[in-house]
């Protein structure tokens, strides 16, 4: 049986690959957009903003689940609010992702997301990796929804 640090490690890992792959999906949308391929009537920027959302809807869902599950946080009720707030936002992003402010609304809830979870974030060691991990593969994602705003709204 695996010791705790063994298991926490694996876990990290695990972690990590995961959330590379998860980048994944947003660039097959800016490579859809970009090469005006669709399924359907599934188009690139609108698989790009569908899955920007429930990304969004799920990193909100963990500052939720962080609330409920820990009754002394001392941000527990400004969590709660957040959570429910960016959660909305991110689907009023969805739901205007064909006009010039979906997309960038999209952007601005992962920028408030990263940045509050940079001034949250414990300081407890074993953290550490999955805070970095965290903060690169949100400005990865955060370039990719530049991208997607310049070939969607730069005249082309």
């Known amino acids: 049986m695996p010791s705790s640090h063994e298991s926490t490690a694996l876990s990290l890992h695990w972690f990590n690959r995961l959330a590379y792959l998860g980048v994944f999906p947003f660039v097959l949308g800016l490579w859809m957009r970009w090469a005006d391929v669709s399924l359907g009537y599934l188009d690139g920027r609108l698989l790009f903003a569908a899955y920007s959302c429930a990304i969004l809807s799920f990193l909100c869902g963990v500052w939720w689940g962080g609330a409920l599950n820990v009754s002394n946080h001392p941000a527990r009720s400004t969590l709660m609010y957040l959570s429910n707030g960016i959660c909305l936002l991110g689907w009023i992003g969805l739901l205007l992702y064909r006009t010039p402010v979906g997309l960038p ?52």
Do not use: D, I, Q, W
Request: hydrophobic content about 45%; glycine content about 4%; some cysteine.
């Open 105 to 156: 609304l999209l952007l601005l809830c992962y920028v408030f997301v990263e940045r509050a979870e940079a001034y949250l974030k414990p300081n407890r060691r074993e953290l550490r990796s999955y805070f970095h991990t965290r903060t690169r593969v949100t400005y990865l994602v955060v370039a990719c929804h530049v991208l997607m705003v310049l070939l969607s709204f730069s005249g082309g």
